[in-house]
Nanobody, 125 residues
Framework: QVQLVESGGGSVQAGGSLKLSCAAS????????MAWFRQAPGREREVVAS????????YYTASVKGRFTISQDIAKNTVYLQMFTLKPEDTAMYYC??????????????????WGQGTQVTVSS
């Protein structure tokens, strides 16, 4: 089992920035891929960014490229999502997810085995 705890959410004005953190514990040796998803009210959960822990390869959904950066601190078993130039449409509950070697399935929510409880991000115009 792997436990994920997110932190860093909050309320900001458009154009502002936030940095989310996801601390992993438990059987972290089983984890290769970690990701951030988000879900706004009435919408499906969507991938925001993902990182292959061993290859350090990163992936982003088109709407956040150039604004968000996913990174990791392996020593701390922590993944971060630095968000710049936030927009009202970024408002959502943000979830951290972890899984094994996912390859092309990095954007598929069902491919991840473990999920955090979520942290709310609200961007006002």
């Amino acid at each position: 089992q792997v436990q994920l705890v997110e932190s860093g959410g909050g309320s900001v004005q458009a154009g502002g920035s936030l940095k989310l953190s996801c601390a992993a514990s438990g059987n972290v040796a089983s984890v290769n891929q970690m990701a951030w998803f988000r879900q706004a009210p009435g919408r499906e959960r969507e991938v925001v960014a993902s990182i292959d822990a061993r290859a350090a390869a990163t992936y982003y959904t088109a709407s956040v490229k150039g604004r968000f950066t996913i990174s990791q601190d392996i020593a701390k078993n922590t993944v971060y999502l630095q968000m710049f130039t936030l927009k009202p449409e970024d408002t959502a509950m943000y979830y951290c997810a972890a899984g094994g070697s996912l390859g092309w399935r990095w954007s598929v929510a069902g491919a991840y085995n473990y999920w955090g409880q979520g942290t709310q991000v609200t961007v006002s115009s």
